[in-house]
């Protein structure tokens, strides 16, 4: 299963991260179809190289035309934030091309902030880190996009409901 892979491995190898994004709507009880998986790092050197040599393990490469050491260089990310407006650095499976991991390299949440605040969710022995609900409206409100405008109607939804049955 390729989330219960990619989260099992990155929780073996210590990573710091959350999961945000679609999945991250799902596991709150929002539905919402995806098939990529879109994460939160904390983007410390170690962090990252503990990240990249995870997914490698599993068979994934960048989407981009260069080394996954790439996302070690914070000089390097910025530079693709300003020159491209790049927000995720994808990696991607050569046998299983649905199958997608963004990491996303800007965030209008930190991650020390949302990490304070995350959902941990237990499946089996899997401990599955999530963002809040607030700032996965607050991190879907920057995306731009009309899907993410809707997503943030049918997460505001939800908040109204699990505040009315406290």
Known sequence: MFYEDVLS???????????VGAV????????RMTADLDLLVELSEPNLTALV????????????????????????????????NLKAFTFVHSLRPLQEVDLLIESPVPFEEA?????VLTAGR???????????IT?????GRAQDAMDVEAMKKLKRVLESSE
């Open 9 to 19: 491995r990155l929780q073996d190898a210590g990573v710091r991260f959350l999961v």
């Open 24 to 31: 991250a709507m799902n596991l709150h009880g929002v539905p």
């Open 53 to 84: 040599e995870a997914l490698e393990a599993l068979g994934y490469t960048p989407r981009l035309p260069v080394p996954a050491s790439s996302l070690l260089d914070p000089a390097l990310r910025r530079e693709w934030v300003e020159r491209s």
């Open 115 to 119: 990490d304070s605040h995350k959902k």
């Open 126 to 136: 899997l401990r599955i880190p999530v963002v809040s609900l607030d700032h996965l």
């Open 139 to 143: 991190m879907k409100r920057a995306g």
